[in-house]
T-cell receptor, first 114, second 113 residues
C-alpha cells in the first residue's frame, strides 16, 4: 500500500493482559521502525527491522516486549503482561533505506492499560 | 550518545506573528535532519528534511529551516503563522551510524486567532 497501516487504532487492556499491535509497511520499504510516545512527549525508539531481520533492538524492553516482521505478514509488536506504564501511542514507520530518506509514519495505536 | 534538544517547550503566538523554533543536536558526523508536525490526535507528518546541499530548506505550508553545521542547529521558521498551525512540532535527527530517528522532546505551538 501507499501508506503505513497500523491496527488497531485503539486497544484497551487490563494490567497483566497481553497486547498485540500490527503494522503493514509501505510496499517496497525494507525497513520498519517502532516508536513509543508517552503522554504526547518524546518518541522513544523501540526496535527496527530490515525485512524480517532485527536491525536494531537497543530500545526494546526485553522482558515483556517482543516484535516480529515475517514475510507476507504485517509486522507485530507484542507486550506480554502489560503494565500501566505501557500506556502510550505506538507508532510504526517504514522507509525504503536508512539514509537520505524520510520515514513514513502510520496513524499509531493508542494502548491504554487499566 | 546522539541527542536532540528543543529549547522551546510551549510557544504561544498570535496569528500573523513570525515563528522560530530551535533545534540543536549532538553528533559530529553526517546527519539527516527532519521537522515533523503532529496535529491534535493525528500521526506525524513531515514538514521538511535536509540531507545535503543548500542549508536553507523549504517545506510544506510555508515552513523553512536552516541547517547551521557549526552550531549543530536546524531551526524551523515561518514568517506568518496561522491558527491552523497549532500543533506539536518535533525535530528529529538520523546519523549514518544509527538507523533510527532520534527525536527532540517537541514544542507545543498554540496560535491564537
Amino acid at each position: 500500500g501507499e501508506e503505513v497501516a497500523q491496527t488497531p487504532k485503539h486497544l484497551v487492556r487490563g494490567e497483566g493482559q497481553k497486547a498485540k499491535l500490527y503494522c503493514a509497511p509501505i510496499k517496497g520499504h525494507s525497513y520498519v521502525f517502532w516508536y513509543q510516545q508517552v503522554l504526547k512527549n518524546e518518541f522513544k525508539f523501540l526496535i527496527s527491522f530490515q525485512n524480517e531481520n532485527v536491525f536494531d533492538e537497543t530500545g526494546m524492553p526485553k522482558e515483556r516486549f517482543s516484535a516480529k516482521c515475517l514475510p507476507n505478514s504485517p509486522c507485530s509488536l507484542e507486550i506480554q503482561a502489560t503494565k500501566l506504564e505501557d500506556s502510550a501511542v505506538y507508532f510504526c514507520a517504514s522507509s525504503p533505506r536508512t539514509v537520505n530518506t524520510e520515514a513514513f509514519f502510520g496513524q499509531g495505536t493508542r494502548l491504554t492499560v487499566v | 550518545a546522539q541527542s536532540v534538544s528543543q529549547h522551546n517547550h510551549h510557544v504561544i503566538l498570535s496569528e500573523a506573528a513570525s515563528l522560530e523554533l530551535g533545534c540543536n543536536y549532538s553528533y559530529g558526523g553526517t546527519v539527516n535532519l527532519f521537522w515533523y508536525v503532529q496535529y491534535p490526535g493525528q500521526h506525524l507528518q513531515l514538514l521538511l528534511k535536509y540531507f545535503s546541499g543548500d542549508p536553507l530548506v523549504k517545506g510544506i505550508k510555508g515552513f523553512e529551516a536552516e541547517f547551521i553545521k557549526s552550531k549543530f542547529s536546524f531551526n524551523l521558521r515561518k514568517p506568518s503563522v496561522q491558527w491552523s498551525d497549532t500543533a506539536e512540532y518535533f525535530c528529529a535527527v538520523k546519523s549514518t551510524g544509527r538507523r533510527a530517528l532520534t527525536f527532540g522532546s517537541g514544542t507545543r505551538l498554540q496560535v491564537q486567532p
